[in-house]
DNA sequence: CCTTTTGGTAAACTAAGTTTACCAGATAAT
DNA sequence: ATTATCTGGTAAACTTAGTTTACCAAAAGG
Protein backbone atom coordinates (compact mmCIF):
# COMPACT_ATOMS: atom_id res chain seq x y z
CA UNK A 1 0.00 0.00 0.00
CA UNK A 2 1.48 3.18 -0.96
CA UNK A 3 1.70 5.48 2.14
CA UNK A 4 3.70 8.67 2.51
CA UNK A 5 7.17 9.56 4.04
CA UNK A 6 8.10 10.19 7.48
CA UNK A 7 11.85 10.39 8.65
CA UNK A 8 13.07 13.99 7.71
CA UNK A 9 16.93 14.15 7.67
CA UNK A 10 17.90 17.50 9.01
CA UNK A 11 15.12 19.92 8.31
CA UNK A 12 17.18 22.86 8.72
CA UNK A 13 19.34 21.45 5.17
CA UNK A 14 16.13 21.60 3.32
CA UNK A 15 15.61 23.58 0.12
CA UNK A 16 12.46 25.41 -0.54
CA UNK A 17 11.49 23.09 -3.23
CA UNK A 18 11.45 20.27 -0.84
CA UNK A 19 10.03 22.81 2.34
CA UNK A 20 6.93 23.84 -0.20
CA UNK A 21 6.11 20.76 -2.02
CA UNK A 22 5.52 18.02 0.94
CA UNK A 23 3.22 20.50 3.28
CA UNK A 24 1.40 21.13 -0.48
CA UNK A 25 0.91 17.41 -1.27
CA UNK A 26 -0.38 16.63 2.18
CA UNK A 27 -2.62 19.32 1.97
CA UNK A 28 -3.93 17.48 -1.22
CA UNK A 29 -3.92 13.90 0.57
CA UNK A 30 -6.08 15.24 3.21
CA UNK A 31 -8.69 17.07 1.23
CA UNK A 32 -9.10 13.82 -0.90
CA UNK A 33 -9.68 11.98 1.91
CA UNK A 34 -12.06 13.98 3.56
CA UNK A 35 -13.90 14.97 0.63
CA UNK A 36 -14.41 10.87 0.39
CA UNK A 37 -15.22 10.68 3.72
CA UNK A 38 -18.21 13.38 3.44
CA UNK A 39 -19.78 11.60 0.52
CA UNK A 40 -18.34 12.76 -2.69
CA UNK A 41 -16.57 9.56 -3.00
CA UNK A 42 -15.92 9.66 -6.70
CA UNK A 43 -13.59 13.03 -6.49
CA UNK A 44 -9.80 12.14 -6.59
CA UNK A 45 -6.91 13.50 -7.35
CA UNK A 46 -7.25 14.80 -11.36
CA UNK A 47 -10.39 16.14 -10.27
CA UNK A 48 -8.71 18.75 -7.98
CA UNK A 49 -6.97 20.54 -10.85
CA UNK A 50 -10.82 21.20 -11.59
CA UNK A 51 -12.21 21.73 -7.63
CA UNK A 52 -9.38 24.05 -7.05
CA UNK A 53 -9.20 28.04 -6.86
CA UNK A 54 -11.09 29.87 -8.06
CA UNK A 55 -13.32 26.82 -9.22
CA UNK A 56 -15.02 26.14 -12.72
CA UNK A 57 -17.98 27.71 -12.14
CA UNK A 58 -18.69 30.05 -14.50
CA UNK A 59 -15.51 29.16 -17.13
CA UNK A 60 -15.23 27.95 -20.66
CA UNK A 61 -13.52 24.59 -20.57
CA UNK A 62 -10.61 26.20 -22.43
CA UNK A 63 -9.62 28.69 -19.61
CA UNK A 64 -10.02 25.78 -16.91
CA UNK A 65 -8.11 23.64 -19.09
CA UNK A 66 -5.13 26.64 -19.33
CA UNK A 67 -5.56 27.00 -15.92
CA UNK A 68 -4.73 23.66 -14.99
CA UNK A 69 -2.24 23.68 -17.30
CA UNK A 70 -3.43 20.65 -19.42
CA UNK A 71 -4.44 20.33 -22.55
CA UNK A 72 -8.34 20.91 -23.59
CA UNK A 73 -9.23 17.63 -24.06
CA UNK A 74 -7.89 16.16 -21.07
CA UNK A 75 -9.70 19.27 -19.20
CA UNK A 76 -12.90 17.79 -21.11
CA UNK A 77 -13.03 14.15 -19.93
CA UNK A 78 -12.39 15.96 -16.35
CA UNK A 79 -15.64 18.09 -16.57
CA UNK A 80 -17.43 14.91 -18.37
CA UNK A 81 -16.78 12.71 -15.53
CA UNK A 82 -17.82 15.21 -13.02
CA UNK A 83 -20.57 15.81 -15.14
CA UNK A 84 -21.18 11.69 -14.85
CA UNK A 85 -21.06 12.13 -11.31
CA UNK A 86 -23.82 15.01 -10.87
CA UNK A 87 -21.29 17.97 -9.75
CA UNK A 88 -21.68 20.12 -12.79
CA UNK A 89 -22.90 21.14 -16.27
CA UNK A 90 -21.63 22.09 -19.31
CA UNK A 91 -24.47 24.66 -21.49
CA UNK A 92 -23.59 25.87 -24.52
CA UNK A 93 -24.14 29.64 -25.59
CA UNK A 94 -23.71 31.83 -23.05
CA UNK A 95 -26.07 33.55 -25.18
CA UNK A 96 -23.20 35.28 -27.00
CA UNK A 97 -19.92 34.11 -28.38
CA UNK A 98 -19.96 30.54 -29.22
CA UNK A 99 -18.77 27.57 -26.56
CA UNK A 100 -19.70 26.07 -23.77
CA UNK A 101 -20.18 27.70 -20.04
CA UNK A 102 -19.53 25.11 -16.99
CA UNK A 103 -21.77 25.37 -13.95
CA UNK A 104 -22.14 23.65 -10.81
CA UNK A 105 -25.19 21.55 -10.09
CA UNK A 106 -25.78 21.46 -6.09
CA UNK A 107 -23.81 19.16 -5.44
CA UNK A 108 -20.68 20.15 -7.01
CA UNK A 109 -21.32 23.47 -5.36
CA UNK A 110 -21.46 21.47 -2.01
CA UNK A 111 -17.89 19.83 -2.87
CA UNK A 112 -16.59 23.12 -3.30
CA UNK A 113 -17.67 24.69 -0.09
CA UNK A 114 -16.29 21.08 1.70
CA UNK A 115 -13.14 21.95 0.20
CA UNK A 116 -12.82 25.60 1.41
CA UNK A 117 -14.29 24.39 5.16
CA UNK A 118 -11.22 21.45 5.00
CA UNK A 119 -8.63 24.11 4.10
CA UNK A 120 -10.26 26.97 6.59
CA UNK A 121 -10.09 23.56 9.67
CA UNK A 122 -6.21 23.12 8.11
CA UNK A 123 -5.63 27.16 8.53
CA UNK A 124 -7.04 26.71 11.94
CA UNK A 125 -4.58 23.88 12.71
CA UNK A 126 -1.85 25.76 11.35
CA UNK A 127 -2.63 29.05 13.29
CA UNK A 128 -2.79 26.79 16.39
CA UNK A 129 0.49 25.29 16.19
CA UNK A 130 2.60 28.27 14.80
CA UNK A 131 0.64 30.71 16.53
CA UNK A 132 -1.91 33.56 14.92
CA UNK A 133 0.69 35.58 14.12
CA UNK A 134 3.49 33.53 12.80
CA UNK A 135 0.93 31.60 10.47
CA UNK A 136 -0.60 35.31 9.34
CA UNK A 137 3.20 35.93 8.39
CA UNK A 138 3.68 32.55 6.38
CA UNK A 139 0.83 33.32 4.15
CA UNK A 140 1.63 37.09 3.88
CA UNK A 141 5.45 36.02 2.80
CA UNK A 142 3.60 33.13 0.22
CA UNK A 143 1.20 35.86 -0.38
CA UNK A 144 4.29 38.24 -1.63
CA UNK A 145 5.98 35.18 -3.12
CA UNK A 146 2.72 35.37 -5.86
CA UNK A 147 2.46 38.86 -6.24
CA UNK A 148 6.04 39.35 -7.33
CA UNK A 149 6.99 37.80 -10.74
CA UNK A 150 8.95 34.81 -9.11
CA UNK A 151 6.39 32.15 -10.05
CA UNK A 152 5.59 31.64 -13.80
CA UNK B 1 0.38 23.21 -25.94
CA UNK B 2 -0.65 22.60 -21.73
CA UNK B 3 0.62 26.03 -20.44
CA UNK B 4 0.31 27.51 -16.46
CA UNK B 5 -2.07 29.67 -15.04
CA UNK B 6 -1.60 33.52 -14.58
CA UNK B 7 -4.92 35.65 -13.32
CA UNK B 8 -4.87 35.52 -9.74
CA UNK B 9 -7.93 36.45 -8.68
CA UNK B 10 -7.62 38.65 -5.26
CA UNK B 11 -4.07 36.60 -3.53
CA UNK B 12 -5.95 38.08 -0.45
CA UNK B 13 -8.26 35.37 -0.39
CA UNK B 14 -6.26 32.36 -1.46
CA UNK B 15 -5.98 29.82 1.22
CA UNK B 16 -2.78 27.74 2.52
CA UNK B 17 -3.44 24.90 -0.19
CA UNK B 18 -2.86 27.25 -3.14
CA UNK B 19 -0.35 29.69 -1.59
CA UNK B 20 1.57 26.57 -1.01
CA UNK B 21 0.59 24.35 -4.67
CA UNK B 22 1.37 26.46 -6.79
CA UNK B 23 5.10 27.95 -6.26
CA UNK B 24 5.57 24.21 -5.48
CA UNK B 25 4.61 23.46 -8.93
CA UNK B 26 6.09 25.90 -10.68
CA UNK B 27 8.87 24.76 -9.04
CA UNK B 28 8.69 21.30 -9.99
CA UNK B 29 8.26 22.67 -13.75
CA UNK B 30 11.57 24.95 -13.67
CA UNK B 31 13.55 21.82 -12.25
CA UNK B 32 12.91 19.65 -15.06
CA UNK B 33 13.11 22.35 -18.04
CA UNK B 34 16.78 23.14 -16.23
CA UNK B 35 17.66 19.80 -15.89
CA UNK B 36 16.65 19.11 -19.92
CA UNK B 37 18.76 21.96 -20.47
CA UNK B 38 21.65 20.90 -18.58
CA UNK B 39 21.82 17.49 -21.02
CA UNK B 40 19.96 15.77 -18.80
CA UNK B 41 17.01 15.58 -21.01
CA UNK B 42 15.62 12.05 -20.50
CA UNK B 43 14.11 13.09 -17.25
CA UNK B 44 10.83 13.94 -17.08
CA UNK B 45 8.64 14.63 -13.81
CA UNK B 46 8.00 11.49 -12.22
CA UNK B 47 11.92 11.47 -12.27
CA UNK B 48 12.26 13.45 -9.76
CA UNK B 49 10.15 11.28 -7.07
CA UNK B 50 13.52 9.45 -7.15
CA UNK B 51 15.89 12.27 -7.18
CA UNK B 52 14.19 14.73 -4.54
CA UNK B 53 15.70 15.63 -1.66
CA UNK B 54 17.65 13.00 0.29
CA UNK B 55 18.12 11.14 -3.02
CA UNK B 56 17.92 7.59 -3.51
CA UNK B 57 21.85 7.16 -2.92
CA UNK B 58 22.42 4.09 -0.78
CA UNK B 59 18.74 3.51 0.07
CA UNK B 60 16.79 0.18 -0.81
CA UNK B 61 14.08 0.23 -3.69
CA UNK B 62 11.35 -0.35 -0.82
CA UNK B 63 12.45 2.48 1.22
CA UNK B 64 12.05 4.90 -1.80
CA UNK B 65 9.13 3.62 -2.63
CA UNK B 66 7.87 4.43 0.76
CA UNK B 67 9.45 7.99 0.71
CA UNK B 68 8.10 8.34 -2.82
CA UNK B 69 4.27 7.20 -1.51
CA UNK B 70 3.79 5.01 -4.37
CA UNK B 71 4.12 0.96 -4.76
CA UNK B 72 7.16 -0.75 -5.04
CA UNK B 73 6.89 -1.68 -8.51
CA UNK B 74 6.14 1.78 -9.44
CA UNK B 75 9.54 2.76 -8.36
CA UNK B 76 10.74 -0.33 -9.56
CA UNK B 77 10.00 0.78 -13.11
CA UNK B 78 11.44 4.74 -11.88
CA UNK B 79 14.91 2.88 -10.67
CA UNK B 80 14.54 0.31 -14.01
CA UNK B 81 14.15 3.54 -16.55
CA UNK B 82 17.11 5.79 -14.41
CA UNK B 83 19.25 2.92 -14.87
CA UNK B 84 18.67 2.44 -18.73
CA UNK B 85 19.64 5.90 -18.80
CA UNK B 86 22.90 5.67 -16.70
CA UNK B 87 21.53 7.44 -13.73
CA UNK B 88 22.18 4.92 -10.83
CA UNK B 89 22.35 1.03 -11.01
CA UNK B 90 20.92 -1.08 -8.44
CA UNK B 91 23.53 -3.52 -6.85
CA UNK B 92 21.62 -6.61 -5.18
CA UNK B 93 23.16 -7.68 -2.09
CA UNK B 94 24.61 -5.38 0.43
CA UNK B 95 26.83 -7.66 2.23
CA UNK B 96 24.44 -8.54 4.91
CA UNK B 97 20.70 -9.12 4.54
CA UNK B 98 18.59 -9.63 1.16
CA UNK B 99 17.75 -7.12 -1.19
CA UNK B 100 19.59 -4.77 -3.16
CA UNK B 101 20.57 -0.80 -2.62
CA UNK B 102 20.59 1.95 -5.03
CA UNK B 103 24.10 3.81 -6.27
CA UNK B 104 24.16 6.87 -8.30
CA UNK B 105 26.63 6.67 -11.34
CA UNK B 106 28.33 9.72 -12.24
CA UNK B 107 25.94 11.01 -14.53
CA UNK B 108 23.19 10.49 -11.67
CA UNK B 109 25.30 12.61 -9.08
CA UNK B 110 25.74 15.26 -11.37
CA UNK B 111 22.24 15.49 -12.35
CA UNK B 112 21.78 15.20 -8.23
CA UNK B 113 23.96 17.84 -7.90
CA UNK B 114 22.26 19.95 -10.58
CA UNK B 115 19.17 20.06 -8.80
CA UNK B 116 20.84 21.02 -6.10
CA UNK B 117 22.21 24.20 -8.30
CA UNK B 118 19.20 25.18 -9.49
CA UNK B 119 16.91 25.37 -5.86
CA UNK B 120 19.60 27.00 -4.56
CA UNK B 121 19.57 29.77 -7.62
CA UNK B 122 15.76 29.72 -7.18
CA UNK B 123 16.46 30.22 -2.90
CA UNK B 124 18.61 33.16 -4.66
CA UNK B 125 16.38 35.16 -6.30
CA UNK B 126 13.56 35.02 -4.09
CA UNK B 127 15.89 35.77 -1.53
CA UNK B 128 17.08 38.86 -3.49
CA UNK B 129 12.95 39.64 -4.04
CA UNK B 130 11.82 39.00 -0.25
CA UNK B 131 14.89 39.93 1.47
CA UNK B 132 17.21 38.32 3.11
CA UNK B 133 16.11 38.19 6.31
CA UNK B 134 11.74 37.51 5.42
CA UNK B 135 12.92 34.49 3.16
CA UNK B 136 14.98 33.07 5.89
CA UNK B 137 12.10 33.57 8.03
CA UNK B 138 9.82 31.69 5.32
CA UNK B 139 12.12 28.92 5.69
CA UNK B 140 11.93 28.90 8.77
CA UNK B 141 8.18 28.58 9.20
CA UNK B 142 7.83 26.35 6.53
CA UNK B 143 10.75 23.95 8.50
CA UNK B 144 8.57 24.77 11.65
CA UNK B 145 5.40 22.96 10.09
CA UNK B 146 7.66 20.04 8.98
CA UNK B 147 8.74 19.60 12.89
CA UNK B 148 5.37 19.79 14.18
CA UNK B 149 2.93 16.88 12.97
CA UNK B 150 0.99 19.10 10.56
CA UNK B 151 1.96 17.17 7.95
CA UNK B 152 1.12 13.15 8.11
C1' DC C 1 -18.86 35.43 -49.50
C1' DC C 2 -14.78 33.07 -48.35
C1' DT C 3 -10.92 32.60 -45.18
C1' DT C 4 -9.07 32.39 -40.83
C1' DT C 5 -9.44 31.91 -36.06
C1' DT C 6 -11.34 30.04 -31.87
C1' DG C 7 -13.53 26.59 -28.88
C1' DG C 8 -14.84 22.13 -28.36
C1' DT C 9 -14.66 17.22 -29.49
C1' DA C 10 -13.08 12.51 -30.92
C1' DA C 11 -9.75 8.76 -31.75
C1' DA C 12 -5.43 6.65 -31.20
C1' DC C 13 -1.53 6.29 -28.57
C1' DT C 14 1.64 6.61 -24.56
C1' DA C 15 2.90 7.03 -19.92
C1' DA C 16 2.51 5.88 -15.29
C1' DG C 17 0.32 4.06 -11.90
C1' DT C 18 -2.49 0.14 -9.50
C1' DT C 19 -3.68 -4.78 -8.29
C1' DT C 20 -2.68 -9.50 -8.16
C1' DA C 21 0.50 -12.96 -8.02
C1' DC C 22 4.90 -15.02 -7.40
C1' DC C 23 9.66 -16.06 -5.94
C1' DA C 24 13.98 -16.03 -3.21
C1' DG C 25 16.34 -15.29 0.91
C1' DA C 26 15.91 -14.43 6.12
C1' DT C 27 13.85 -15.08 10.36
C1' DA C 28 11.61 -17.63 13.77
C1' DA C 29 9.33 -21.84 15.96
C1' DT C 30 8.75 -26.17 17.33
C1' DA D 1 17.18 -28.66 11.41
C1' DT D 2 12.99 -28.42 8.81
C1' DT D 3 9.23 -26.03 8.11
C1' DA D 4 6.44 -21.82 8.23
C1' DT D 5 6.26 -17.10 7.83
C1' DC D 6 7.84 -12.65 6.63
C1' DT D 7 10.26 -9.27 3.80
C1' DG D 8 11.98 -7.33 -0.41
C1' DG D 9 11.99 -7.42 -5.15
C1' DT D 10 9.88 -8.60 -9.55
C1' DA D 11 6.49 -9.57 -13.32
C1' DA D 12 2.03 -9.36 -15.82
C1' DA D 13 -2.39 -7.54 -16.63
C1' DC D 14 -5.18 -3.83 -16.21
C1' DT D 15 -6.72 1.11 -15.45
C1' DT D 16 -6.30 5.84 -15.55
C1' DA D 17 -4.91 10.06 -17.21
C1' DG D 18 -2.58 12.43 -20.11
C1' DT D 19 -0.64 13.60 -25.00
C1' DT D 20 -0.86 14.13 -30.15
C1' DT D 21 -3.27 14.49 -34.31
C1' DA D 22 -7.24 15.53 -36.62
C1' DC D 23 -11.67 17.42 -37.35
C1' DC D 24 -15.91 20.28 -37.02
C1' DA D 25 -18.88 24.28 -36.14
C1' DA D 26 -19.52 28.95 -35.22
C1' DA D 27 -17.51 33.84 -35.33
C1' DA D 28 -14.95 37.33 -37.18
C1' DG D 29 -12.92 40.00 -40.73
C1' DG D 30 -11.16 40.96 -45.28
Redesign the pocket.
Known sequence: ??SSQKNSPAVKDMLIGALLRVPAQAIQRRIIKELNAAGFEEL????M?VLQFPGPDGS??????GR??????????????LEDFGYLV?N??PG???????HFTKRGYAAYAKVHDILRDIEQEWSAELGAKDFAQLKALLARVWDSRLID
Open positions: MPSMPHARPGTLAAGMSKQAMNRLLGSRDAKGRGRVV
